[in-house]
């Protein structure tokens, strides 16, 4: 397979948009990707969406959105995989340019989640946990990842505060993250006085509902040579993406996330690197305690001490390997369709020293973590600089 | 919900009907084609007791729109005694006493409000024991 490369970078401000409409959102995501690329005609694009139907009842998104790009007669793929939607475009694209099927494509994330009220955005979300056997007695998804809680809580000794650090170090970072949706600071005891939401988790424990777009252009390494114009190239050098049960009661471990260990490994075998050489890490954190379940399934702490890494600081952002530098979901926000790509262009900033305040000094490699579900389904990418 | 979605799921949701894998023993609930352990495709159809222990819970406070007009209350995962886990409401109960490791028994009760097409959706609830 042929190495591929990330030349073109694409997110404006996320929050509240509604004076935009979902084909807005991501156009200017993509055209601001294949401007920063220098690029005007690509070959191909993949477009993660998660529910274009239940939000504004839109799909066939990659007929519009190609059609609203300027691109015709070319395939264009919405794909999803729930809340890891965005993650499975990137991994997409990839694999079209690695196969040599294509040389230029876009992968793109979007969701227009602000256009129906908290009831049936709620609603929507709760169809990436399983429909029958789950949502249908009435368990949302902070409702999944409270019982994550409790039971991590129960096994490990795990407490509320450890889980609202997580928040608060991540809106630390999303402070110095001008796209962020809420830039702003919390402390441990705003957390734990902010609304319940779903015993124990509180609102300031979950992401917020959002509306945002983001956009990546990969490219052969051929292409991305030439296109380079003496910036650094990131090249993607690991990709894994696996599955575990839809159905959280039907895990043998509920405070495990075995995709997460699964797809870590692959990618952490084709970079040929370990959890040990990132120099940071943009990881799913739907909700704190998400956070601390991924930091152990990636590796980057003993299983069961998620809890603990956070109060040691290992994962701030001048810790041993920063964690969410963007803010994470928490305080960047969380378009579902539109998280994994974001996550691999902050990566990729990082790489090419153009994160700003936010900046992690020398960065040369760096993973993305992006989850469906309950982590039914993960997808992990490792960027490297060539 | 329609009426054909409700009917099918009748036998696991009244009846807590389920299959054992002839190989290895797996019990899928509700049941399925193929053995998620060892590929399997034949099963014997057994059905499960009703009684189990609290694995994880939590209470919602904010709810699905089916299900606004019931907040807050409680859901838990429960482990049956048959070794198969699911996820249900516990019902008449005081958060407070919620514990990981409590033992319940599932009842018949009434889920959601009225679907679309009229029906009432029922299924089991878990109980505290006392
Ligand atoms: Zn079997």
């Keep these: ?386 | 919900m329609s009426t054909a979605r409700y009917w099918r799921e009748i036998p696991h949701r009244y009846r807590l009907e389920a299959s054992r894998c002839k190989q290895c023993g797996y019990i899928a609930y509700p049941h399925r084609l193929i053995c998620p352990e060892c590929q399997c495709r034949e099963f014997v159809p057994i059905t499960l007791k009703n009684t189990g222990t609290i694995e994880t819970y939590t209470v919602i406070r904010v709810a699905p729109s089916q299900f606004v007009d019931q907040v807050p209350y409680a859901v838990a995962i429960v482990k049956l005694d048959d070794g198969v886990a699911l996820t249900c409401q516990v019902a008449d109960t005081d958060p407070s006493k919620l514990a990981i490791g409590k033992r319940v028994t599932l009842e018949f009760r009434r889920i959601q409000a009225d679907g679309e097409a009229g029906v009432l959706a029922y299924g089991l609830k878990a109980v505290l024991q006392p």
């Design chain 1, 1 to 386: 397979m042929r190495d591929v490369a990330v030349i073109g970078l694409g997110m404006r401000k996320w929050g509240e948009l509604w004076e935009q409409s979902l084909r807005t959102i991501f156009t200017e995501a993509a055209i601001d990707a294949l401007d920063d690329a220098g690029v005007d005609r690509i070959d191909s694009m993949y477009i993660g969406c998660m529910s274009g139907g239940l939000f504004v009842g839109q799909e066939h998104l990659g007929s519009m959105l190609a059609d609203y790009l300027g691109q015709r007669s070319l395939p264009a793929t919405r794909v999803e995989s729930a809340c890891a939607s965005g993650g499975l475009a990137v991994k997409s694209a990839y694999y079209e340019i690695a196969s040599g099927a294509s040389d230029v494509v876009l992968a793109a994330g979007v969701e227009k989640m602000t256009d129906v009220d908290g009831n049936a955005s709620t609603y929507a979300l709760a169809t990436a946990s399983d429909q029958e056997y789950e949502a249908y007695h009435g368990v949302t998804f902070p409702g999944l990842y409270a019982m994550i809680a409790h039971a991590h809580m129960k096994k490990y000794g795990t407490t509320k505060e450890q889980l609202a650090q997580v928040a608060v170090k991540n809106h630390a970072n999303g402070s110095r993250n001008p796209l962020a949706q809420y830039p702003y600071k919390v402390d441990v005891k705003t957390v734990l006085e902010s609304t319940l939401i779903a015993d124990p988790l509180h609102i300031l424990d979950c992401s917020p509902i959002t509306d945002g777009a983001a956009a990546v252009l990969l490219a052969s390494m051929d292409v991305a040579k030439k296109l380079a114009k003496g910036r650094p190239i990131v090249r993607i050098a690991g990709v894994g993406h696996s599955t575990d049960t839809i159905a959280l009661h039907a895990r043998k471990d509920l405070t495990f996330l075995e995709a997460t260990q699964h797809a870590a490994r692959k990618a952490y075998d084709m970079a040929k690197c370990g959890p040990g050489e990132l120099d940071l890490v943009e990881l799913h954190d739907c909700f704190t305690i998400a956070e601390i379940c991924v930091i152990e399934a990636l590796g980057l702490c003993e299983r069961g001490q998620g809890g603990k890494a956070i109060d040691q600081k290992l994962t701030t952002a001048d810790g041993k390997i920063p964690v969410n530098v963007s803010g994470g979901l928490k305080s960047k926000g969380h378009p579902v369709g539109a998280t994994g790509v974001a996550q691999i262009l902050e990566v990729a900033k990082h790489l090419r020293g153009e994160a700003g305040e936010r900046q992690v000094k020398g960065a040369r490699r760096g993973l993305t973590q992006n989850m469906g579900g309950t982590g039914g389904s993960s997808i992990v990418h490792i960027l490297e600089v060539c």
